[in-house]
């Protein structure tokens, strides 16, 4: 008796990848960008503890829009990020933020990153975001 393989859907399975800060903490912005573009072009979400500057974001923004059309299937990214900043606090603990944000990068965020292949839509307000997934 020969038994036959199951045979997967051609579709592929969703994948997160959860990228701590310090992975890319020590990078230029240009390998920041390719890495995150990497990830992204195999249809990956990326959880990204932490944000990326503004200058960073765009340019990564700039590049997915470049390689739409170029690479087949490839539809653009979307971004959002969540962070904890409220204009509440004290003078002193403001300062005391500030230092450990020079210190050990921007930590206290939470970026996600996906094809627009894979992300339908994000929708984003100061303390939350909600993430729709196209059907597969």
């Known amino acids: 008796m020969v038994k036959k393989k199951k045979s997967r859907s051609k579709k592929a399975d969703l994948t997160i990848h959860f990228m701590p800060y310090s992975e890319i903490a ?10 995150i573009m ?3 072009l195999a249809n990956r979400i990326i959880i990204l503890q932490g944000k990326l500057r503004p200058e960073e974001e ?3 923004i700039e590049n997915s829009m470049t390689l739409i059309g170029n690479i087949k299937g490839f539809q ?8 904890n900043e409220e204009d509440t606090h ?3 603990n403001r300062i005391r933020h500030n230092i450990a944000r020079i ?3 921007e930590q206290d965020a939470i ?3 996906g094809p627009a292949t894979v992300v339908k839509e994000m929708k984003q307000d100061p ?6 997934l196209n059907k597969r």
């Open 26 to 35: 020590h990078e230029d912005t240009i390998h920041r960008i390719k890495k």
């Open 38 to 40: 990497g990830i992204v």
């Open 58 to 60: 765009t340019r990564l």
């Open 76 to 83: 653009g990214i979307e971004i959002a990020t969540v962070s």
């Open 90 to 92: 004290s003078l002193f």
């Open 103 to 105: 210190l050990i990068g």
């Open 111 to 113: 970026t996600i990153i």
């Open 127 to 132: 303390k939350k975001i909600e993430l729709m």
